[in-house]
């Protein structure tokens, strides 16, 4: 099994969708020791904002390329190439401004752009996804900013209905309960719901890890 894990917090230190990710990732090397697990932290490594250049390169015959453009499609390359090794893609993305954060964006970006994934129905089927996605309140049904998330809804859409992905999703809201004034009412519903991701991250690495070891058995 092979576990590949996409960061976008800038929050390195006090990021709760990192804190939740490593649990998944402690539960999954917990049964599987042995396992490939391969990290990318977008804040220390960001990759470029995808260009007219990266556009063209990904469209040009590979023995027509030059080295400008050889170098622009190994960006996607390299991504795709680690999406394409891996089982389970867990990804670590918080809200930022009620978006998805420019980091993953541009990893989102890369991929599609890339030509195995370009133009292709569901190249990723097969793979699940699991998205720990963080945010300052709560956005729920009947929140007063219900459908000003749009993280996980247009990540289900790509990444699920577009790209393949069995996607699971995790989330840690009130984050900003002890910053924000505003939300100061909401201490325990913010201990709550981080204290239900980490158990949720925890038996979903763990469910996960076993059925998959199963199904690659000969």
């Not at 030059?66 to 993305?93: C, F, K, N, S, W």
């Not at 998205?131 to 309140?137: C, E, I, K, Q, T």
Request: net charge negative; with cysteine.
């Amino acid at each position: 099994m092979h576990l590949l894990r996409v960061d976008a917090s800038i929050r390195r230190e006090s990021s709760h969708s990192q804190a939740v990710a490593d649990t998944f990732q402690r539960a999954w090397t917990g049964q599987h020791p042995d396992d490939d697990v391969t990290l990318h932290g977008l804040d220390a490594n960001p990759l470029p904002y995808l260009t007219l250049d990266d556009l063209i390169a990904s469209n040009t015959p590979v023995d027509q390329r030059t080295p400008e453009q050889r170098a622009a499609a190994g960006i996607a390359t390299a991504v795709v190439d680690d999406v394409m090794a891996a089982d389970v893609v867990l990804m670590a993305v918080p809200l930022y401004n009620w978006g998805t954060p420019a980091l993953f964006k541009s990893w989102v970006d890369h991929v599609f752009n890339e030509v195995r994934v370009a133009g292709i129905e569901k190249p990723f089927a097969g793979r699940t996804g699991v998205l720990v996605s963080a945010r300052g309140g709560c956005y729920q049904p009947g929140a007063p900013r219900e459908g000003w998330d749009h993280v996980v809804p247009y990540l289900k859409h790509v990444l699920g209905e577009q790209l393949g992905f069995d996607m699971r999703v995790i989330l840690i809201e009130f984050t900003l309960a002890g910053i924000n004034p505003a939300l100061a009412g909401f201490m325990e519903e913010a201990k709550q719901s981080l204290a239900d991701a980490h158990v949720a991250a925890e038996r979903l690495a763990g469910e996960l890890a076993g059925s998959l070891a199963v199904n690659a058995a000969p």
